[in-house]
């Protein structure tokens, strides 16, 4: 099956510094991936959506400036979490999206990048 | 390697009748798991959790088994309602979050 990775799987860092996450997509070309943020038993929180070649669509209340999106080739999506402080602290999670021929579209889940910001 | 699967990629239930949504997983070290409900254009939405420690977990509707000898998760919707209809994603978790690659389930008024 699709296997979404990300790395790296988990940062420690001190406030202030810049953090970037990388998704890719290993077997299969990704038009667009999404990227999540997931709190202790809550919904994941969708953040933005980033299609290849073009701008990320960020969603209501999410910092485009601290949360910088890069779509840079359809296998690799990454993230940079700018002055990143305590509050940032989260698992990150991205998903890719894969249109089969015959319409169905399934989304493949990476498996997480967990922040922690000191 | 995928260590959460779901096996059927959809399922159509008459409403009123039970929905039962599978997840089979491989990694023992697993302790604590996760579903999921997705409308279209949406993100997943948090429905229902239960930790290895435990076998059941209730909440109204929606029940969810563990079966840690089996390695395998289920979620029951009784009874299902037409807008019960989306894609349900399992996920379990340890260090990390895996997802299953969803369920598209159908309730038929």
Redesign the interface.
């Known amino acids: ?3 979404v990775s990300q790395h790296p ?2 940062v420690i860092c001190k406030s202030g510094t810049s953090v970037k996450i990388e998704c890719r997509s290993l077997d299969f070309q990704a038009t667009t991936m ?1 990227w ?1 943020r ?1 709190f202790p ?6 953040m933005a959506t980033s299609n290849e070649g073009s701008k990320a669509t960020y969603e209501q209340g999410v910092e485009k400036d601290k949360f910088l999106i890069n779509h840079a080739s359809l296998t690799l999506s990454t993230l940079t979490v700018t002055s990143a402080h305590p509050e940032d602290s989260s ?1 990150y ?1 991205c ?1 890719a999206n894969f249109i089969f021929s015959g319409a ?1 579209n ?4 990476g ?2 990048t ?1 922040l922690t910001v000191l | 390697d995928q260590q959460v699967k779901q096996n059927s990629p959809s399922l159509s239930v008459q409403e009123g009748r039970i929905s039962i949504l599978n997840c089979d997983y491989t990694n023992s070290m697993f302790d604590y798991f996760l579903w999921y409900k997705k409308y279209p254009a949406e993100g997943p939405t948090f429905l229902i959790s239960i930790s290895s420690i435990k076998d059941k977990n209730e909440d109204g509707r929606f029940t969810v088994f563990l079966n840690k000898s089996a390695k395998h998760l289920s979620l029951h919707i009784v009874p299902s309602q037409p807008g019960d209809s989306a894609v349900y994603f399992c996920a379990a978790s340890g260090n990390q979050f895996y997802f299953g690659t969803g369920t598209s389930l159908t309730v038929i008024p």
């Open positions: 099956g699709a296997v799987s988990w999404f999540y997931q038993k809550q919904s994941l929180m969708l698992f999670i998903s169905n399934e989304q493949f889940f498996p997480g967990r």
